[in-house]
Structures are given as C-alpha cells and as structure tokens.
C-alpha cells in the first residue's frame, strides 16, 4: 500500500517537474522576457553594489569611532538597516555614524522596500503567471474528432457560422494567434485553441487533415499564407478563402484554396436582386438544385386580393409567402394577397417562366426611374454593377469626391443631405439601397428616407446579426446581413448548396425525409403550423418534385427542401432531428 502511494506521488512529482519544465521553457525563450531578465539583472547588482559599498562605508565610520567590525558584520548591518530591520545591536555613536544610517535607510526604503517589489512584480512574477496562464491554453484538438470545420478567424461571419455548425451538428475549431483572445473566447464557451497561422505543426495539432474544412476570412495576405500552410500538409481538405481584391482571387487560386469567395459581391448581389424594377417581371433570388426562389412585387400581378388558396391552385409554382414590411409570412389559408407585399415563389425555370406569362397585370410596367445607391464604397459599386445587369437604372449618392468616377451615375454628397437625396431622385425612385458597413449610420439613413419618402422600398446592409431587428424597425423593408449571408456561403459550400438564405430572416434548407414523416402526405405531417417552415420542392435519386401540394407523399429515401425563418427552421430541427456527422467535442488543453 505504501509503495502505491510512493509511486503515485513519484508520477504526481514527475508531472508536476515536467510542467514546470515547459512553463520555464515558455517564460524564458520569450523575447520580451529575455529583456525582462536582463533589467532585473541589471537592477540586482546595482542593489549589490550599493549595498557593498555602504558595508565599506560602514568600516570606515567604525573605525573612525574606535570599534572594530569584520566585513560580514558590515554586510549584515546594511542588510538590516536597508530593509528596516533595525535590530539595534550595531549602532554608531557619532553623529556622522547616524547621519549615514538616516541616508542608509532612506535609501533601503526607496529601493528594498518600493523599487525591488515593484521591479520583481514587473519583471518576473506577472511574466511568470502570464506563461503558466499560457501553459494551460487550448492548443490542439482530440485525436478521435473528425469531420470538423477550421476557422482562423472570429468575427461576424465566424459567429453566425458556428451557430449554424451547432445547429447541423458539425463539430468546430477557432485558431488564433493571440492568447488573451483564446482565453476570452474560451471563457465564454467558444471552441479555440492557440496557434500560428503561419505554422504546419498548429493544423497538425487541429488535425487538418481529418477536417471537412478550412474556412480562412482574415486579409487576403494572411489567407494566402494559411492556404499554403495547410496545402503543404494536406491536398484532400476543403480550403475556403474570402478575398477582398480581385487581384488576389488567382493567387489565392495558385495558393491551393479550393474556392475563393467574394463576399463583397455577395452581398452586392443580394442587394440588387431585391430591388423592384427592370424589365424583368419576377426575378430569381436564388437557386437550389433545379429548383428556383423567385420574387415578384404583387401590384404587378393580376393577383390582388386573390386568396391565397386559390391563387395556389391556380398556378403550377408554390406561391410559399410573402413580404410584408419587412418580415416574412408563410401563405396560409386565410391569407390574402396586398398589393403592398412581394410574393415569393418556387419552381421550375419552365414555371417561373409560364406564371410570368399568365399572371401579369396589364397596368404592370417597367419602372424607368433609377434607384438610389447610398454609398460607393466596394459594395456600392459592385450593387451598381448587379443592378445594371439586371437592366436597373441607378444614381450613386457618396460623399467623397475621390470615388465618384461617371458624374452621370454619382451624386456628389452625404446620404443624410436631403438636397443630395433630391439631386439623385428620391421622389420618384421605386428602391433605395442603403450599402455602408457601419451599422448605425445606415440605421440613421433608413429613418431618414422613410420620413422623406414613406412609400419606398428600402434595402439595407447590416454587419452584425445584432442590428437587424434595429434596422426592420427603424423602417427598412429588407436587411441582409453581412455575418448571416457569408457564414450560408460558407455553409452551402460544406454541405453541397443544402442551404440558402434569400434574405435576412427567411432560408431554404434541405434535409433528410425524417423518419416519422415518411409514407406521410403533407397534410398529414401537418408541420407547417407548428414549424412555420414549408416544403417547396422533393429531391429523390430519380428526380426533383416541385409544385408539392397538401396530397404529396413523403418518400422513405430522399430530401425535402423547406422554405422558413431561421426560429421556423430551428424549431423543425428540434422537432425532427438530424443524425449528426460527429457530435462537437471539447478540446485538450494541450497536445499530450
């Protein structure tokens, strides 16, 4: 029983050196501690120097009073007296011996008492917590995880992302290069390990190569560094990159990243196909598959006041909801259709095109005035690009000078001067486009135009997730989200397109026939009401079903795609559970 203790306290004492060894190792092979320990060096001997020569002193005064004190005596009385000490038993008699003594404990105060503490707490002490604290930083994964995402970076995008990730059940990893950050975000559950982004040995210790993914959205120097790390280890794993310029887009390409995405053009993209106009009648949002989402404005539809039942019945497509003022109803029996919402629909190209043809209004036509851009930044210029495509007139309002390069397109002035708003159209306009990155700048001006004009549609950028309530009620019809629309990109690209999300607030997801739904029609598994999310299209081996109904049978094998709000398509993975690829796992504290 005592040779059990003794060996488990030899392996305890074993560890605990062994720690200890890698903290010291940690403390001193930092740069910033190596010049720590040379000034607390420094500080030493002058301490020992100073105290030398009051011992020297000390002799001297001694002698001069007619005692006699060895060397060591004059060490010990200059220890005492320095650091206040005092013991008495060796004291001068003379008042040249007493003044040196007031000057000698002046002095031990300044130094033993204030410098040396403050010196070694400085110096030596925090270092030496802040590298034990650095000790116990996450820096690698488990070695049974697998099928997970890498990212290298946490912001926005990041943060939507891993909530999606926790949704789908896909394991997770943030590396960065600052541990004062690892430590914050491990403190509030986010799972990250500490590493350079520049090194191989830290996506070995991530296991890279038995990830799903390498998501990098920092610069594109930093991401062109960290595809070419993670290419000399693995060529298998999927590497994502976002991309800021376009002269990058080919070296990120030569670099190894298997897609490069422009989430600028992104975002300029789904701004411009929200905007009402063009000679188009009902425009794609988006696609999944074979099957399209579609948008119209209802008042150029021969729709209005239609039921929404019966206007179903009517059409091949799934007429699935509509927009109102910014928030997104699924069609339900009561509903009837405004002239003030924007119909969305899902079909096949061939019905999107028929119900073009068969349910225009006659008084429809194409709204010739230009919609309003407010901001020229990269996502202004590149919505002006989208919407050009699209056959949309537009006029560019921004501030600075320097960017304005067609003064026919471009209204030199600021978003909040109602003159400028004025110049570049705002009484006629159908849209405007509100694209700056700061949040509460574009809340300021979607106020501001809807005092000004509180019929039009307005389209605004937000960054953060956060902010989107702020802007729908500040009185913005649509918001996309910057955080929302990159991490779906990122999403869409791990899971082969299976989500997508047409605006802020409303996705279309696919997923496995749950279980307990299949041989079931629709009316049957009655999930619309209790999910608010509603099936748009069926993908099995043979084909792709559209034009779904209330007597369509769910098939044992296969796919539904859904169409809902974020909290509907929660609630639906709630209610029905998808079989995890690899449950998330908590990281080591470090690699063993």
């Known amino acids: 029983m005592s040779g059990s203790n003794k060996n488990g306290n030899k392996s ?37 120097m100073l105290v030398t020569a009051y011992a020297l002193v000390f002799q001297a005064l001694m002698t001069f009073e007619g005692q006699s004190h060895s060397l060591v005596t004059g060490f010990y009385w200059a220890l005492s007296t320095m650091t206040t000490l005092g013991y008495g038993d060796i004291a001068f008699t003379s008042d040249l011996g007493r003044i040196f003594s007031i000057f000698v404990l002046l002095s031990g105060m300044i130094f033993m008492l204030v410098l040396l503490p403050v010196t070694f707490i400085e110096l030596f002490w925090a270092p030496w917590m802040d590298a034990r604290a650095a000790d116990l930083v996450p820096r690698s994964v488990p070695e049974h995880i697998h099928g997970h995402v890498i990212l290298t970076f946490y912001g926005p995008v ?8 926790n949704q789908f059940g896909y394991p997770y990893i943030v590396i960065l290069p600052d541990i004062e950050e690892v430590k914050r975000l ?54 994502i990159a976002t991309v800021r310029e376009d002269s990058a887009v080919e070296i990120l390409k030569l670099a190894g990243s298997s897609r490069v995405l422009d989430l600028t053009r992104l975002m300029a993209e789904a701004l411009a196909r929200r905007a009402i106009g063009g000679p188009g009648f009902s425009h794609i949002v988006g696609r999944i598959d ?29 007429i699935v909801g509509f927009w109102a003022r910014g928030q997104f109803e699924i069609g339900q029996a009561d ?27 006659e008084e429809a036509s194409v709204k010739s005035k230009p919609v309003i851009i407010i901001g020229g930044g990269r996502v202004g210029r590149s919505t002006a690009t989208a919407l050009k495509r699209r056959g949309i007139d537009y006029r560019i309002v921004e501030p600075l000078e320097e960017r304005i390069h067609d003064p026919e397109k471009y209204v030199h002035g600021s978003g909040s001067d109602k003159s400028a708003l004025q110049r570049a159209g705002i009484e006629d306009a159908p849209t405007i486009i509100i694209t700056t990155r700061d949040d509460e700048t574009n809340i300021y001006l979607t106020i501001h135009c809807r005092l000004l004009r509180p019929d039009i549609q307005i389209i605004s950028r937000a960054t953060f997730e956060r902010n989107v309530p702020t802007l729908h009620r500040a009185g913005s019809n649509i918001v996309m989200s910057y955080a929302s629309m990159g991490s779906n990109a990122l999403f869409n690209l791990l899971q082969r397109s299976d989500l997508l999300m047409i605006a802020e607030g409303l996705d279309v997801f696919k997923v496995p026939v749950p279980k307990g739904l299949a041989g079931k029609s629709l009316l049957e598994a009655s999930f619309r009401e209790a999910t608010n ?5 069926i993908d099995t081996d043979d084909e792709t079903i559209t034009g779904v109904g209330p007597d369509t049978i769910l098939p044992e094998t296969g796919e539904i795609v859904l169409i809902g709000t974020p909290q509907g398509e929660t609630e639906f993975l709630r209610l029905y559970p998808l079989e995890k690829l690899a449950e998330p796992q908590q990281v080591t504290r470090k690699l063993e």
């Open 290 to 318: 074979d099957l399209l989402i579609a948008e119209i404005d209802a008042s150029r539809t021969n729709l209005v006041g239609e039921n929404y039942v019966n206007a179903q019945r009517q059409t091949q497509v799934s």
């Open 335 to 361: 509903s009837t259709i405004d002239a003030n919402s924007v119909l969305v629909l899902a079909g096949t190209k061939q019905q999107i095109k028929e119900f073009d043809a068969n349910y225009r209004a």
């Open 533 to 537: 999310c509603s099936v748009i299209g």
């Open 158 to 165: 990041a943060s939507a992302l891993i909530e999606k990730l």
């Open 186 to 239: 491990v403190d509030k559950g986010i799972r990250t390990i500490y590493g350079e982004l520049n090194d191989p040995e830290t996506y070995l210790r991530a296991r890279v190569e038995h990830a799903a993914l390498v998501a990098t959205t920092r610069s594109d120097i930093v991401n062109t560094s960290v595809v070419f790390t993670v290419r000399g280890i693995t060529s298998s794993t999927k590497v």
């Open 12 to 48: 305890r004492w074993q560890i605990s050196t062994e720690r200890f060894a890698s903290v010291f190792l940690l403390w001193v092979s930092a740069t910033s501690q190596q010049r720590h320990f040379r000034t607390l060096l420094r500080f030493v001997i002058v301490v020992s």
